[in-house]
């Protein structure tokens, strides 16, 4: 069964040959390259991305070092880091600070724990003869001894910002003390 193949019938041979080793290319050699490229080329952004995120941490990092140079040479006193359950002797300070205050109320919130960081939520809220007083409790809450971060300060009373104002004052702030653990 040798049967002679007509030309029009070997140019379409051919020509199905020539798609075949097409699609073989496409398939074996072609797509992966272009799929490892473009894999390649997302890998490298994301690094890029990296690399710039880290070179801003490094800048911060670089900045926050020579204020804290600074303000050693300057003098200025650093707030420390106490150890876990540090909490007599923050509300020792607490005590020693709404010291002027008439009358105050301290709630402290269970511990957090992150790490090798504790994070101790305390609720304050006290009551002054005057404004002055009320900022100068604020004032020294912020510049505790303790490593603490003061956020949401109220400060309420009648004639607020009168010289003469002789009304109570209330005042209220969140206060989270951090200790390390360990």
């Known amino acids: 069964m040798n049967r002679v193949f007509t030309t029009r019938e070997k140019i379409l041979l051919v020509i199905l040959a020539i798609l075949l080793i097409g699609c ?6 072609l797509k992966p390259s272009l799929d490892t490229l473009a ?19 490094a800048t911060k990092k670089a900045e926050l070092e ?8 300057n003098g200025v006193d650093q707030k420390t880091l106490p150890s876990y359950d540090n909490t007599k002797s923050e509300l020792a300070e607490l005590d020693a600070i709404l010291a002027e205050a008439s009358s105050y109320n301290i709630d402290f919130s269970n511990a957090e724990f992150a790490g090798t960081l504790v994070r ?15 900022q100068t409790v604020l004032e020294k809450l912020i510049d505790c001894k303790y490593s603490c971060l003061v956020t949401d ?17 209330t005042a209220s702030a969140n206060v989270t003390f951090f200790e390390a653990l360990g």
């Open 120 to 134: 101790r939520n305390v609720s304050i809220s006290f009551t002054t003869d005057t404004y002055a007083a009320a």
């Open 66 to 73: 020579q204020q804290i140079k600074e303000a050693e040479a």
């Open 153 to 169: 300060i109220t400060i309420k009373g009648d004639g607020l910002g009168q010289a003469s104002s002789a009304n109570k004052v």
């Open 39 to 57: 894999s390649s080329e997302s890998q490298l952004s994301a690094v890029q991305d990296e690399i710039a995120l880290q070179q801003v941490v």
């Open 24 to 29: 073989f290319y496409y398939l074996v050699v």
